[in-house]
């Protein structure tokens, strides 16, 4: 079992993007929810196991374009995940962080 963060950042704005809702799925089910903090992250949103998870971000306040991002991601190992959120109005990116 590993645990998992995320993090997301408004490039446009050049801060963190808070109150973001996030919802974290495997097999379609919900596992856990976050909202993120002033800084932009939920810190430790959920344990977990190997599998496919995606990440959903309730997106709106900071796109109408993508009013939801879901990144969809493995967990094969058992260190720290980190998924960061990079947005703006019209584009998104992610990696994975330590």
Request: net charge negative.
């Amino acid at each position: 079992m590993t645990s998992l963060s995320t993090h997301v950042l408004d490039t446009a704005a050049g801060r963190p993007a808070s109150g973001v809702p996030v919802r974290l799925l495997s097999a379609g089910q919900e596992v856990a929810t976050g909202i993120t903090d002033e800084d932009g992250r939920v810190g430790a949103l959920a344990d977990v196991v190997e599998g496919i998870y995606q990440l959903v971000f309730g997106t709106s306040a900071y796109s109408t374009f993508f009013p939801e991002v879901t990144i969809t991601f493995v967990v094969s190992d058992d260190r720290h995940h980190h998924v960061p959120l990079l947005l703006s109005p019209y584009s998104y990116s992610t990696y994975r962080g330590s």
